[in-house]
């Protein structure tokens, strides 16, 4: 009756896919009409039901009146001297995320948020400082996607996803994984591949099996540290799931022989840059199918951490080489925006300004050579 949908919010996004085809055998639609609707939302970007011209008037009528169709409004949008943007997104409750468009030579990679703020607490990361807001619904999720998707111009579109923006997804997921399957789905989805698509986590144990049962999407892991102790410091998580539980999960994954886990590992100065930490690295992933992203730490306010000179970024890097690992020392994006990894924090990005907190220019790729 009369009252029964206006109690709760409808925001059609927020329906999965099975919820909404109930809904429309209740309305005696065909469930096929599901299919329909979900691809003029994400994949013609439909702002209204109007649009909707293969539905009945009557039909379009019916699902404007049960639902909306939510969209984040983009708060700000700020391009570095890279050419990364970054958009901070006010949500309908006023909380703001952060999602950074990254172009690259072929690729166009967005990375999105799956939380405002973040409670895990790592000792140098920005969006620590905020402490967890709130988990993010799957449309929100999704929205990054689209909102980005549509500042930008002619034929360019959105390649890749990484889910390394605010927040830990694997804290939040069954919106995360609602959110993965609109964002990989070809037939009525947004259609990025799960192969273009990459989940960080800070390690939580469970639910890294279970997103490799469900998904085939690439994994991240945060590492930082090669010890119990220098990881428990930096990483508050290690004391829940230790690196050795972390590592044993790892080795005992489902992963196809094509793909690797990524690990990444923050460089910062004087802390874990040793030679004896490199060493050290290798003999933990020793025999563990891996990749390495070594990140020089990126500066931000509230942090005392330093980012190590680029001979001992280097030299970390070559160990890991000579020992046969594929290591990528990554460069920072949009670092004169706050917009790298681990800058993002709707704290700073509204009390600091950018230019205090820039740092030199870094070359292109870093050398790597033999000595
Ligand atoms: N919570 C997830 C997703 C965030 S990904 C995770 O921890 O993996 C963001 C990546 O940037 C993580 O690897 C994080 O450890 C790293 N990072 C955080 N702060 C950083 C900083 N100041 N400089 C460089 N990388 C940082």
């Known amino acids: 009756g009369e009252g029964d949908c206006e109690d709760f919010a409808a925001a059609v996004k927020d329906l999965s896919k099975e919820q909404f085809t109930g809904y429309l055998k209740e309305q005696g639609q065909p469930s096929y009409r599901a299919a329909q609707v979900w691809q003029w939302l994400y994949q013609k970007r439909a702002e209204s039901f109007d649009e909707m011209s293969n539905l009945s008037g009557a039909l379009r009528r019916q699902l404007a009146a049960d639902f909306s169709i939510s969209r984040p409004s983009i708060a700000r949008q700020s391009e570095s001297r890279d050419g990364t943007v970054k958009f901070l997104f006010e949500l309908a409750d006023g909380e703001t995320i ?4 990254i172009p690259e ?13 973040c409670g895990f607490g790592c000792a140098f990361c920005a969006t620590a400082l905020m402490g967890l807001k709130r988990n993010l619904r799957a449309s929100e999720i999704v929205d990054q996607v689209l909102e980005a998707g549509r500042t930008l111009d002619g034929e360019r579109r959105i390649t890749h996803v990484v889910l390394m923006g605010m927040g830990e997804p694997l804290a939040n997921y069954p919106q995360t994984l609602s959110a993965l ?3 990989s789905n070809a037939a009525w989805g947004i259609g990025i591949s799960p192969r273009r698509i990459t989940l960080s986590s800070v390690g939580l144990v469970p639910q890294i099996q ?8 690439n994994l991240a892991i945060s590492l930082h540290a090669a010890n119990e102790e220098l990881r428990g410091k930096l990483m508050p998580v290690n004391r829940k ?5 972390l590592i044993d999960c790892c080795r005992s994954l489902p ?5 690797r886990i990524t690990f990444e590992y923050v460089l910062l100065k004087g802390v874990n840059d040793s030679e004896e930490n490199a060493s050290e690295l290798c003999r933990l992933l020793s025999g563990v199918r891996c990749k390495v992203n070594v990140i020089p730490f990126n500066p931000h306010p509230g942090s005392s951490f330093k980012r190590p000179g680029e001979f001992d970024i280097s030299r970390f890097g070559q160990i890991l080489l000579e020992q046969g690992f594929q290591v990528n020392v990554r ?3 949009g670092d004169d925006i706050q917009a790298a990894c681990g800058q993002l924090s709707v704290l700073s990005s509204e009390t600091v300004s950018n230019e205090r907190w820039r740092v030199e220019d870094t070359p292109h790729s870093l050398p790597l050579t033999p000595h």
């Open 181 to 183: 399957e609109v964002l």
């Open 241 to 245: 799931y230790s690196l050795k539980q």
């Open 210 to 217: 279970k997103l490799m049962e469900e998904t085939r999407v």
């Open 255 to 259: 992963i196809p022989r094509r793909k």
């Open 105 to 117: 030579i072929h690729r166009l990679t967005l990375c999105i948020s799956t939380q405002a703020g």
């Open 98 to 101: 952060e999602s950074v468009l």
């Open 331 to 333: 460069r920072p994006r």
